[in-house]
């Protein structure tokens, strides 16, 4: 019972979330300076042909209408007409999304093992001096956003020292006859490293660049739970069994030290998948970033609203991952 | 011989050189139950810490023996120590709520020794890890292995935590203040409890408690601590007839009384904890000087 409450009140808060970004972007992006009808006609232009276009894309409505003409199609699967490219903007959207799950996913994954590693490298060796360099570390990683990271590292891995590619998702030379858009999942999966390999050697530079700073949060947080973990009496008292200190960081302090910091984790990943319109710039990573920013510059208000609206989705669909996560790792939750 | 010898143990504060036990030595023999007492800081915890390798990393031992069986412990490699430790000897913890691992099945928590330490087949460590819950009589041991600590009560952890203790047939435990943080009324179970396993063992048994009631049940020997310094070693039955120690007498006359609990308490007299003062300052400066 208390379980479908809650269930309801979730989708119900997630439900007035998304009316709500929906409202602000459709309002702030009509707000803003820029005519996109203007900018897609040539210099010489009539008055007549921008008024025929701009009632063309119902830009002529009052802002409520325009609204709900919007809402009514999202309903019903629309999301509407990009303006430049004339395409569906789901399709469009929904075509960039993989590359930009995927990157997201690689920074993560880059971020839990380095954050990991960092994490109980510390525990093991704490109040030492190995740990206050860990901790100054962990301060430069942070201090330093995502995008400085991807000017950096190409810098060092692009340009000083060329082992990985600085620009683009995957080699164009090579056979491309991908079933889906996730190309690396799915060439995993065909096990194909010749293009896997390619692909990684694409990625690795910006998902690196992301995963940076998180992976200093996870290094401190973690560390920090693992030590306060460890001065607890199950785990003293496993060391009287004859346990060592690998094994009682390992399979004492750890699965109980995870569940503060994965709470902080979901947050922060939602802060990275944030971070990737700037960095699939800066990489010219053909992902959903990239093409949020075309869309900006081009004022392509359809656009915007479907890209804004999947990252929101995005958002709360991560907030969901890690409260189910917490509840299957948390046993207090899960026997009632 | 007595299976646990500690002889002029003593142990500071790292850095400070504060020290919080001076020259402290005691014997427990294997089938003995040895109380040691002091008040609140006295550095009774400590001492059963030391034997158990898990003092916290600001204290350092400064010197003396702990043998186990006739092996300094301290002599050996940690990886080694750890080893003889967990299989011959045991703690029974003073609080029963935090000292199981909240994500950990029961079962675990009572075979893990059994079968990482001391190398046993798990099938042999469960039916074992059984016999314990009902020796600990408690009912349903099945669904109890299967359990997570936060399913059962204070008490109930309590006997896992006993019979966990008991798994590896140690020859020594070391029982923490084990009945301070138990409701009243299941205190006294507890008690009986450890005092039936231990007979029943004939393991040797350091009791760490500052209630001198639970000593004149349980014990046979007593080690009374003031200041880390050991004032007073003897057996119990003399003891209550009459300590040798004024410092002890007067930690006796401040225990309330089981046949007149009304009866009013007295404070250890300042001239007394004043005495005691001067004979530890005496100890550490013989010390100093040789
Ligand atoms: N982790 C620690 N770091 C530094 N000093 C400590 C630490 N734990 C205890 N001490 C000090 O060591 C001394 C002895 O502490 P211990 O815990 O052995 O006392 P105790 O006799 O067990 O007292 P209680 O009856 O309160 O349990 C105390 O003065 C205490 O302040
Ligand atoms: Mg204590």
Redesign the pocket.
């Known amino acids: 019972m208390r379980l479908i409450r809650q269930i309801l009140l979730r989708m119900l808060t997630t439900a007035v979330t998304l009316i709500g970004v929906a409202v602000i972007v459709f309002v702030v992006i009509r707000v803003v300076p820029g005519n996109p009808i203007a900018m897609m006609l040539p210099p010489g232009a009539t008055d007549e042909d921008v008024l025929r276009l701009t009632a063309l894309y119902g830009l002529d409505k009052s802002l409520p209408q325009q609204f709900l003409i919007w809402a009514g199609g999202v309903l019903h699967g629309d999301f509407g007409t990009s303006i430049t490219s004339r395409q569906p903007v789901l399709a469009l959207v929904l075509d960039r999304l993989p590359a930009t799950l995927e990157l997201s996913i690689m920074a993560l994954v880059i971020a839990v093992l380095i954050g990991g590693v960092v994490a109980l490298t510390g525990t093991r060796s704490r109040d030492s001096g190995i740990e206050a360099a860990i901790d100054i570390g962990n301060g430069i990683a942070l201090s330093i956003p995502d995008f400085l990271w991807g000017l950096i590292l190409i810098l060092l891995f692009g340009v000083l020292l060329p082992v990985f590619n600085i620009s683009g998702r995957i080699t164009p030379s090579l056979p491309l006859n991908f079933v889906t858009n996730f190309y690396l999942f799915e060439s995993i999966l065909r096990g194909r490293p010749d293009l896997w390999l390619d692909l990684i050697s694409h990625m690795f530079l910006p998902s690196l660049a992301l995963a940076i700073p998180l992976s200093a949060i996870i290094g401190q947080v973690l560390k920090q739970s693992l030590k306060e973990t460890m001065h607890l009496d199950y785990v003293t008292l496993s060391r009287t069994k004859g346990y060592g200190e690998n094994h009682v960081i390992l399979r004492e302090a750890l699965p109980n030290a995870i569940l503060p910091t994965l709470t902080l984790v979901g947050v922060q990943f939602t802060f990275l998948i944030g971070g990737t319109v700037i960095i699939e710039r800066l990489f010219s990573y053909e992902g959903l970033g990239n093409l949020a920013i075309d869309a900006v510059i081009n004022r392509d208000l359809p656009l915007i609203q479907g890209i804004v609206i999947l990252f929101a989705v995005i958002f709360t669909a991560v907030n969901l991952v890690v409260d189910l996560l917490y509840a299957v790792l948390n046993p207090r939750l899960r026997h009632g | 011989m007595s299976f646990l010898t500690i002889r002029n143990l003593s142990a500071e504060?790292k850095g400070h050189g504060v020290p919080?036990l001076r020259r402290v030595s005691l014997q427990v023999a294997a089938g003995e139950v040895r109380g040691l007492v002091?008040?609140?800081?006295?550095?009774?915890?400590?001492?059963g810490?030391a034997i158990l390798g898990i003092l916290?990393r600001?204290?350092a031992i400064t010197g003396g023996e702990i043998l186990l069986d006739g092996v300094d412990l301290l002599q050996l490699p940690p990886a080694q120590r750890r080893r003889r430790i967990g299989a011959s000897a045991a703690l029974i913890p003073q609080d029963p709520l935090t000292a199981l691992n909240p994500s950990r099945r029961i079962g675990g928590q009572i075979t893990d020794r059994l079968v990482d330490i001391l190398g046993w087949q798990r099938a042999r460590a469960e039916a074992r890890a059984r016999e314990l819950l009902a020796e600990v009589q408690i009912a349903e041991p099945e669904r109890v292995l299967r359990s997570y600590p936060h399913e059962l009560s204070g008490g109930m952890r309590q006997r896992i935590l006993i019979a966990s203790a008991f798994a590896a047939e140690p020859r020594l435990i070391v029982a923490?203040?084990p009945t301070t943080a138990l409701d009243v009324t299941v205190q006294k179970q507890i008690l009986k409890l450890i005092q039936a396993m231990q007979a029943r063992h004939g393991t040797a048994l350091l009791f760490?408690t500052?209630d001198l009631g639970v000593v004149s049940k349980v014990c046979q020997k007593l080690s009374v601590?003031y200041a880390?310094m050991v004032v007073e070693d003897t057996e119990v039955r003399p003891f209550f007839a009459g300590p040798k120690h004024a410092y002890s007498a007067a930690l006796l006359a401040a225990t309330p009384k089981y046949t007149d609990p009304a009866a009013s308490l007295q404070p250890v007299p300042e001239a007394v904890i004043e005495a005691v003062r001067r004979e530890v300052a005496d100890a550490d400066r013989r010390a100093g000087h040789g």
Not at chain 2, 38 to 47: H, L
């Open positions: 504060l919080l002091g008040e609140s800081g006295a550095g009774k915890s400590m001492i810490k916290p600001a204290v923490d203040e760490v500052h601590l880390g």
